[in-house]
C-alpha cells in the first residue's frame, strides 16, 4: 500500500511539475522587476510587515502612526486575511489601551458582514469575524465599551427581494453541515423592509440538455427570450437589465447570443 500511494502522489507531482516550474519562472522574473523599479507588491507587503512586528509589543512603525492616529474604522472586515488582521492588532490594540489628553481612549469600529466571507475574498475568514461577535476578542477592554450593532433593515431592496432572501437562505442553512455556519445564516437573514415596495424574483429550471440543444444553447436562448419580453414593458429600458455569469467564457456565449438577436451591450470582458 506505501508503494502505491508513493506511485500516487509521484504521479500528481509530475502531472503538475511544468505549471509549477513555470510558476516559478514567472515569479522569479517578478522578483527581478521589483528589485530593478525598486517596488513591493501589496501581497509582499503584508507578508514583510508580518515578519516584522510579530515578535514586538509595539512595534516603531505603530508607534509612530499611534501618535497621530487614534480611532479606527475598517469596514468590509469580512475580506481581511488573518495575516492582515496580525499585523493591525498592534496598532489597534495600542490605541485602545491608553488615554490621551482628552481622558478618552482610542476607538476601534469594524463593519461587515461575516456571511460574504464565506467566498474567502482576499482570505477573508469567517470564523475571525465570528470570534469577534463571540467574546473571542484578542484586546483588554471594558466590556460597558463593547458594543455589537446588528444592522436589521434592509435599505438598499424592495421588499419582495428582501421577503424572498430571508425566505430561501434560512432554508438553505439547513443542509449546511456547520452549526456555526447554519446560524449565522438563519439568524442573519430576518432582515426588515424598508419602505422601497415592490421588487421581483423568478427562479427557473432550464430543460435537460438534447443532442440539438445543449446547455450553452438553452443558456443563449432563455437569455434572448427573457430581454425581448423585458423590452415589451415601456418602463424597463436595456440599461435596466444586467446579464451575469459565472465564467468569461459563457459571458462570450451570452453577447454572441444578443449580437445575434441585434440587443446592444456593454461588457468590459466581452
Known sequence: ????????????????????????????ERNDI????????????????????????????????????RHFFIDEFQDTSQLQWENMLPLLDNALSQKFETGLAGSVMLVGDA???????????????IGLTREDMPFQIDPEYKKLIHLDTNFRSCENIIE???????????????????????????????????????IEMLPMPTPEKNKDTLYQEKVVALIKSLKQDDKISLSDICVLVRKNKEGVLISEALAENNIPLISSET
Request: aromatic residues 12%.
Open 164 to 202: 424572498f432572501n430571508n425566505k430561501f437562505f434560512t432554508h438553505a442553512a439547513n443542509i449546511l453541515d456547520n452549526e456555526t455556519y447554519k446560524d449565522l445564516y438563519k439568524v442573519g437573514n430576518q432582515q426588515k423592509k424598508n419602505r422601497r415596495q415592490g421588487g421581483y424574483v423568478q
Open 115 to 129: 456571511k460574504q466571507s464565506i467566498y474567502r475574498w482576499r482570505g477573508g475568514n469567517p470564523e475571525q469575524f
Open 1 to 28: 500500500k506505501t508503494y502505491v500511494d508513493k506511485n500516487k502522489v509521484y504521479q500528481l507531482v509530475l502531472k503538475e511539475l511544468l505549471p509549477m516550474a513555470l510558476i516559478n519562472l514567472v515569479g522569479n
Open 34 to 69: 521589483q528589485k530593478k523599479q525598486n517596488i513591493l507588491l501589496v501581497a509582499d507587503f503584508n507578508g514583510l510587515l508580518h515578519e516584522q512586528v510579530k515578535d514586538q509589543p509595539a512595534p516603531f512603525i505603530y508607534e509612530r502612526l499611534g501618535e497621530r492616529y
